[in-house]
């Protein structure tokens, strides 16, 4: 896709310095993204999208699915452990988060390659439509 969906959100995407540092100054071997995410009620997938009316964890679901069989092989990614997050233990309370996500990819390069693959970037359609907020956290694997 060349260019970006019509529901795009800067406020998940990494910016262009993030994904520079991560390309020039991140570890060496294997990282581990760990993944907090929230997600809409409802997805919010751009006027007449040809996608079903969904709730944001079911558009996520549509994102997930497609990153793991499409670009599986570029990425290289292991999903470690994934799971409902229950409630703030400690922290900010009002920061609270629906899901947990810890994916392992082989080297920063294979997350770079995915992030670079069209197959990839079709289907931030349904990431941008699932998610009210995320933080992304990379970690040496």
Request: with cysteine; net charge negative; aromatic share 10%.
């Amino acid at each position: 896709m060349t260019f970006r969906p019509a529901n795009f959100d800067p406020s998940i995407d990494p910016t262009a310095d993030q994904v520079r540092a991560l390309r020039d100054a991140g570890p060496d071997g294997p990282v581990v993204m760990l993944n907090l995410l929230k997600f809409r009620e409802q997805a919010n997938y751009p006027a007449g999208s040809p996608h079903a009316p969904c709730s944001g964890a079911e558009a996520y679901g549509r994102y997930q699915a497609a990153f793991v069989e499409t670009v599986g092989d570029v990425s290289q990614a292991v999903v470690v452990w994934e799971g409902k997050i229950d409630r703030p233990f400690i922290g900010d309370a009002s920061q609270d988060w629906d899901k947990c996500l810890l994916v392992r990819y082989p080297s920063r390069q294979h997350f770079l390659a995915m992030m670079a693959n069209d197959a990839y970037r079709e289907a931030l359609v349904h990431r941008y439509a699932g998610l009210e907020r995320t933080i992304l956290l990379q970690m040496q694997g």
